[in-house]
């Protein structure tokens, strides 16, 4: 039985999905007969952990109105952006089926062996310091209590929980939080501010607050959601800017590695001040974004989807028309990889789209190759990228 590829890999997305009629149910019987390549075949791209988990997370999303939001973009910008090398913002079961696929077999037909290389995505991992110096490794599902002079400390269900002390005396102690490449952890402060840190970030703070303002000091990516406390103001402190809050929620990026830094605002109100200008003051809204230049110390607001910056939160990657060098840069930190690229040219392609943090980056890899003229190589855990 000559079943011809296209058809055969619709098949078996309908198979995976529990769709089939009954005729493509004896064409897929036939196809399994033929030889035993088929069944190796079969066999991989049945996986649940490949396929099922994939449409899971995918079965949500609007791909009409995702193509359409793509063809405005791609009318909207100028010739020489390279629109058309739009990563899809949202990539349906069949375009990671077919991925997959052409991975699998080789022009002649046959089963190839090789198995992709495991680029493992990172997880819940951080170190925490406590006032006398301990430290302490948060993991994955671990559970454990701790005690400062000012609150009780409980790790539960991912979260680093304060809870302080009824009647104790305020004595200002700090700790420190900070996770490595791969890893990520939330903690819920004493006050019940809520904050989620992002990979090869640090957060410091008090174990209680005390005086007129609530301060942490951060390096990194974070995102919070702070407790509202009038006659208290709350303050993230970055190397170069701070950001004063009420009651809000908003995300904050500063790596120092970074040339800009970037506070989104989801609710609330913020007020940004540059620390080497403490004069210099800027108010931004829900939906605007404040870019700083670090080398210029300009104060830029624009309006942005705020989705596509809090998405790692929900265990997403969101990219809009960010270059390949930015999507990588964010690559780096959460798959602990190291990037090498041909020339400029390759570090300026243009991609848009929205992806789970998939267990393997090799899936991410395999479909920004599908879509762009880029070859990208892995070594290990080097990635070579060209065209």
Known sequence: MNVDNEKIKSIIVKSVLGTLTEEENFVLEGWLQENDRNKVLYQKLFSAVELKYKYEQYEGVDVAEAFRRNQRRLRQDVPNRMMKKLLPYAATVLLLFSGAFCFLMNRSGEVREEVPVALSAGGKYAELILANGQKVDLHEGMEIKLRERNSNIQVKGNVVYYHKKKDSVMVEEYNMIRTPLGGEFSLTLADGTKVWLNAMSELRYPVAFGGDTREVELKGEAYFEVKKNEAKPFIVKTDEFNVRVLGTSFNISAYSDFPLAHTTLCSGHVRLSDRMNPGKEVDILPGEQLLFHRDSREMNVQEVDVDVFVSWRDGSFQFDN??????????????????????????????????????????????????????????????????
């Open 322 to 387: 960010n270059t390949v060098e930015e999507v990588f840069t964010i690559l780096q930190r959460w798959y602990n990889i190291q990037v090498f690229y041909a020339n400029v040219e390759v570090r300026q392609e243009l991609f848009t789209g929205k992806l789970p943090r998939f267990d393997n980056l090799q899936i991410i890899i395999d479909l920004i190759e599908r879509v762009s003229d880029l070859k990208i190589e892995v070594r290990g855990k080097m990635i070579y990228i060209d065209k």
